[in-house]
């Protein structure tokens, strides 16, 4: 069974300490100063029993970072309030925390009853069931306990144990993840990093990466309850015994995480609900400390949209002064820069591109709880984006990630490409902007049949590049708008578009190849006859390579189409009759010289109808 991870919350002096020494006889005040001072300042932890830990927070509001990164990922909450202070400024503050993060289980439990009468017990109750009317503890039990006496202890410890035999499983995303609330170096072992596991599993030996250093570490050990085990899973409190770090602790805050899910950011887009304590609206921007999982983060809160009113919500952009890691769906508080009040808190809704300021239509359907919806949605704003980045986003394991891909794809709402998906309507603009790059060149260049595929792929790699290009000129082709012939793309009923003057030289060349088919006159003889300029000629057979009149065979020689096809003819047949051809046999067949010969025997050879052996050919594709 995994954990089940009890938090305290509660205002200083208010008995948490004492309540979890009377119910696991173990004392969480474990500094020297906590224990000089009578307060609790960091964390302490509490292994009870089948399974059970409890977190016990400190309630001075100068350490309030400590207590979010406490109840952060905790399954239940203990509301403690003494008897004898009744409902205090951290209670109030505590409480709010709590909503924020949304937790919903826990139980209220009044301290110190020793110290107060049955009436003044009663008007406490109601006081506090006022309290949390609108909290999701407004349904939660209430206890009264002495831990001093032991009074209502073993009630509370077998309400505790029920609720951890109830705990409804946390969902997992697939992966290990873990927000590092500790960290310390045991002598002889090295760096020991303690947390509650969010998600997944970690094993001995297994590789994992910090966060947001973005360092790959190795486990070299791993406890839960003080017992060494071979694997953490999900709920479990964890320490995980690290190399790789140089036996210096990381800070807390720092995430563990299997490789290759998580990225870290210095932004991201959410949504923030202003407390109706806060007595400004929030116009622009403001410095503020945000807590996120155990990270404690100096920060800018850009406000996207309209200001922000208390006791309402907004879009906001967050500028982080250093790296974080987050997902969407994180919940994060945000308190005044001095740490004096909580100024309220959110949920994390888009990390990926945070330099762009999204419209908000876009950022209120990132809230949808529909996962299929949410993804889709985060595609079609994105437009193309590759599996890491919505892994990394959506905080989702590899197989769920693609998993909902398909199904998408399935409905014909997205296109996959390798390891991208793109929508399916940009995936039309994609085609469409194809379409007119090709139907552009044949304006400026009407002469030529085409476009080479290389030459498209540069002017549109801006737009769309490697696999991207490829299906959608795929397609594109497939569809019939454009012809793919060799090394070249045009429009499918494009036809080149030659004026009087270029058809007249063209029959004129034409002429020439065909009287003498197999010898043909050179570049330089047919450019003396007709009197063009070489630039212009080399144009002109372009345009009669382009329009299939003739083959270039090498720089300097043409071959009229008809004399091509003869010869190719020819050696498919005397290939087929003999086994092999040598350059003799051509050249008896078609009456010409060892230089034409070898001229189209070459070309044949490079467009593999046949292949070179030693002094003769054989055929490779007829």
Known sequence: MSHFIIGT???????????????????????????????????????????????????????????????????????????????????????????????????????????????????????????????????????????????????????????????????????????????????????????????????????????????????RGLQKHSQPVEEVMIGDRAAINVSGI??????????????????????????????????????????????????????????????????????????????????????????????????????????????????????????NESLPTVIREFIIYHKIVSVTEIISVFGLSNSIIRNELNKLEKLNQIVTIGEQALDVNYFSILQKQLVNAVEKFHQERPTEKGLKISELRMKLAAAMQGDVFDLVLKTTVRKGALTEEKEIVYLSSYRIQINTNERELIEEIESKLAQTPFSPPSVEVIETETKLPASELQRILRIMVQLELIVKTDKNLYFHRDAVRQARQFIIDFIGEKGHIKITDFKDRFHTSRKFALSLLEYFDAIQVTSRNGDHRELLHP
Not at 82 to 93: H, K, L, S, V
Not at 111 to 130: G, P, S, V
Not at 280 to 295: C, D, F, S
């Open 246 to 367: 140089d036996n210096e602790p990381t800070k807390r805050g720092n995430v563990l995480a299997e490789p290759g899910h998580l990225i870290s950011t210095n932004s991201f887009f959410g949504k923030w609900y202003l407390l109706k304590s806060v007595k400004k609206t929030i116009e622009k921007q403001i410095r503020v400390r945000l807590h996120m999982g155990t990270a404690e983060l100096f920060c800018k809160v850009h406000i996207v949209g309209e200001s922000i009113q208390p006791g309402k919500s907004g879009y906001i952009r967050v500028v982080s002064e250093d790296p974080l890691v987050c997902i969407r769906g994180d919940r994060f508080i945000v308190r005044e820069i001095n740490s004096s009040m909580t100024l309220g808190g959110g949920i994390v809704l888009d990390h990926l591109h945070p330099e762009i300021t999204p419209e908000l239509p876009y950022l209120r359907l990132m809230e």
């Open 9 to 219: 919350a509660g205002h200083i002096d208010h008995g948490k300490t004492a309540l979890v020494k009377a119910l696991t006889d173990i004392d969480t005040d474990r500094l020297k100063e906590e224990k000089e001072r009578g307060i609790t300042i960091d964390l302490g932890f509490a292994y009870w029993k089948d399974g059970i830990t409890i977190i016990d927070v400190p309630g001075h509001e100068r350490f309030i970072r400590n207590m979010v990164a406490g109840v952060s990922a905790i399954d239940y909450v203990l509301l403690v309030i003494a008897a004898d202070d009744g409902i205090m400024p951290q209670t109030i503050e505590h409480l709010e925390i709590l909503k924020l993060l949304h937790i919903s289980s826990g139980a209220v439990v009044i301290t110190k009853i020793d110290q107060a009468d049955e009436l003044h017990l009663r008007n406490l109750e109601i006081e506090i069931k006022n309290l949390i009317s609108d909290s999701l503890l407004r349904s939660a039990p209430f206890f009264r306990v002495s831990s001093v006496q032991k009074t209502g202890i073993d009630e509370l410890k077998g309400h505790l144990q029920n609720a951890a035999q109830q705990k409804i499983p946390k969902f997992d995303r697939g992966f290990f993840r873990m927000n590092i609330d500790r960290s310390f170096l045991v002598k002889g072992f090295g760096t020991i990093l303690t947390g509650t596991v969010l998600s997944g599993t970690a094993r001995n030996g297994q590789w994992i990466e910090l966060l947001p250093a973005r360092k790959t570490v190795r486990i």
